[in-house]
């Protein structure tokens, strides 16, 4: 989930999907917020029940495994994406691509409403990735703050939910916000009032849509299912390897180096539906509900 959330067009919600921990995930975080919503209102004796259903060792196993993936892939990923863009946009577009077909085995009923939402939500996805050509910052960028804090609770809020929602990367989305060269140089400049309005709105925006999506999840699980797979579907125009890769949404047809992405998005798309079927034969895996 780390190394995936460093690529824009990928999420760690799209690997926790194809590794059958995302219904898990959002559980833990729902009850997470329930827990935050007990300790806002002083319910400390609720918030002690709450706190123990929570799968600690196993969320911090999570947690710190995509801490790790960070900062140990980061700059190897970067710097393949930057001397490889083609090629490793080749890679990426068949682990998501093979992970579309793992989510649509998911879904409980193929109907003309999952057609119509799967088709409606990839459609406007990849038309809103399309307002901005470029998915990455100029390195002359300058990187100061110059939004109110409020801006920054708010972005906070909104690029969370790229943690949880498949297709939709949290990078990608402060790009196109132009909030991007503002957080980082609110880290830079150690600007804690800007990067703690930014972590509040966070924690509030998780805690928000977890719950929402844990609803939606327990009562429309096919129409969710069906966004995710749009959203999904989407994001493959970031995840196009022509012109070049993954720094641009603008499409071509494919020239030059055509070969190794192709091979390479075939070998993609294997090696997520073997893991698929894999954990589904090894592994006790809950169901998205």
Request: charged content about 15%; some cysteine; hydrophobic content about 55%.
């Amino acid at each position: 989930m780390g190394a995936a959330d460093i690529v824009p067009g990928v999420s760690g919600g799209t690997v926790a999907l194809v590794l059958g921990i995302y219904g898990r995930l959002i559980n833990n975080i729902r009850i997470g917020a329930r827990g935050l919503k007990e300790l806002l209102t002083g319910d400390i004796a609720a918030l002690k029940a709450t706190l123990g259903k929570i799968e600690w060792i196993w969320l911090v196993s999570l947690l710190t495994g995509i801490l790790v993936a960070v900062a140990a892939l980061s700059s190897v990923l970067e710097r393949l994406l930057d001397d490889e863009p083609i090629t490793m946009s080749g890679l990426f577009f068949g682990l998501v691509l093979g992970t579309i077909y793992v989510a649509y085995r998911m879904l409980d009923r193929v109907d003309t409403t999952a057609i119509g939402i799967i088709v409606g939500v990839g459609i406007s996805l990849f038309l809103l990735l399309g307002l901005k050509s470029d998915t990455v910052v100029d390195d002359n960028a300058a990187e100061v703050v110059t939004k109110s804090p409020l801006i920054f609770l708010l972005v906070g809020a909104i690029a969370i939910c790229a943690m949880i929602l498949p297709g939709i990367s949290g990078s990608f989305l402060l790009v196109m916000m132009g909030m991007y060269t503002e957080v980082l140089g609110a880290v830079n400049d150690r600007d804690f009032v800007s990067l703690g309005a930014f972590i509040v709105g966070a924690v509030l925006g998780l805690a928000l849509f977890s719950t929402l999506l844990s609803w939606l999840l327990e009562h429309y699980r096919t129409w969710v299912i069906a966004a995710m797979v749009g959203l999904m579907l989407g994001s493959m125009r970031v995840l196009w390897p022509w012109p070049d890769g993954t720094n641009t949404t603008t499409l071509s047809a494919p020239s030059d180096n055509v070969v190794l992405p192709i091979v390479l998005a075939a070998v993609g798309i294997i090696a997520v539906v073997a893991v698929d079927i894999l954990s589904r034969k090894y592994v006790d895996v809950d169901p998205i509900d």
